[in-house]
DNA sequence: CTGAAAGCGCTTACAG
DNA sequence: CTGAAAGCGCTTACAG
């Protein structure tokens, strides 16, 4: 039923291994030919099968995309919708195809990847973030497949990544609070083990540290990317009886948490609690009040972190090359001057 | 390098068909030499070759998901991510992965539809929605390969699917704003030639004639399922001499630009103008005024239709089923009396 | 410029 | 319960 090579080949009196070339766009096949080959396909509706021409070729033109675990809380995450919109545009445009694996556990992950790579079932992998001892960037190091980190690896530095400049995008959202005449501010972390919680919670540490500032620990929480970890943040810092006076969320969607659970608590933004937190998604802007956040350039992260990883398969090359993404802090309502 | 059939054969000191048989738990091989093979299988860290079991099973394990043109614009709708997220969720259950794709223009999506299937790379496709005359339902139709059509094809009703009742739904949230004692209601609708705008004008539609109220050719905007759509709905709106006093928002993004513009302009929702619409995406309910929406089980669309998509790409058989998801109206701030 | 042959890594009747 | 053989639909040296 299907047309294979052979059925074109034949139609065209000429050999398979001509009717490949000519699907190559090999340079020695005469014009005649090609035209003839050609038109025979276009009327035979002819599509060459892909898992036939990857079983010999070793290419299969997919990227895999790991979802950690959590893929079920992750996708709320408007962080993550843009990220893959990036990924999706950039990867189509170079005809690339992207495969979507979780796993169901921790270490399923781990399985899931070396079903792909070793069953050849795609040509890289994007991986979206990263924990320390990360078992699976271990892995495909040591197996010198191509991937690519969004984020920063906590063990290794010479893997092609893409980031933000995450200590110096908190510092730079904290010292903000600070110029605001905040003396007394909290930070609402996200998981420990990930590598963009702890470069925030730096950039956080040198601001305070650098205005002289005190930090305490009743003054940190940490919890997962989603609104209820934010939500839990406020019924702890505002029992507090020293509490701060504002606070700097590692994520939006950690802020609209905050947000609700303070609402919910009489209080307001910014007058009892400034605010300023990261990833600029859509909403921040549309909150009320208005978020400030870090913009972090999303979408163009997951467009880079396809395209170099992309030009590293073709290569066949692990490439080391890390591109930093730049980041500015948009200013609005929640965090200005209490006055 | 890789590790093959016929290495663990070797060592196993069976034949690869023992092997291939082993791995697919065929009933009659001896508890002794499945045991010594996976034994070997562990130690060698054997994977089947993906592609090479597909070339020959035809079957490939794999759904696609085609992502409509403007992929770009779409990631950014929560609603898309929620989908996505039933979606993937199901799925991988099933053991089942999920390919994204687009078209570069209208007719690269059929392309790319038709370069999967031909090419033989997916057992099934996920449509998320259809408008009339649908190229890529005929195609696929017409080839008979199993689909699922998230959304309510214009064509045919013996197609498998998966939607709400938007006729009834859309009918409940503007008899709703007529019982808050509205009688000049507009629409915000979506693309013209999307199925779910011209049911959800319907039901608005029915609902109207239903109270014997009138309908007004400038109180009707189409747009695209972005907020600059919903912003500039209203700049047409407000501006009319004799202009609604609520309106029915065809997607909760859209409604999101609707409260921007109606803020800028200096307006309040819901005191002069108000407002529902659909969806109910988590931030709705977090918005300034919170958003009266029907929740249509976006989670539950997603993973329905791959759970249906599943069966009848396992049954071989091309199910002609219909489910129906439930819908809710949330009735919030933003449509209450403005007394 | 083109063809015949071997091979990619599996599965599956067929035979025993 | 197991093996030998053919084949899935391609590509790519090798030879001419």
Redesign the interface.
Known sequence: M?VTIKDVAKLAGVSPSTVSRVMSNHPKISIKTVRRVKKIMDEL????????K??VSKT?N?LALL?PKP??E???N?F???L??GI??QS?QENY??????G?SQDGELEAI????????VDGVILLYSRKDDQIIHYLREQRFPFVLIGRSADYSDILSVDNDNVQAAYDATQHLIEQGHEKIGFVSGPHDLMISQDRFRGYQMAMLNANLPMNNDWLVEGEFI?ESGYNAMSQFMNLDDRPTAVVVIDDIMA?GV??ALRELGYRIPRDLGLVSFNNV??AE???PPISSVDIGIYQLGYTASQRLIQAVKKDEQSTHRSIISHSLKIRESSLHKQ
């Open positions: 299907t509706g002819y599509h060459p099968n892909i898992m036939a990857s079983l299969t997919t979802l893929a079920e992750l996708l709320i408007l993550f919708s843009e893959i919109r999706v545009t189509n195809d992207l495969l979507m694996t979780t169901a070396k079903r792909l790579i070793r069953g050849r079932r609104q609209f947000i609700r859509v909403f549309l909150s009320t």
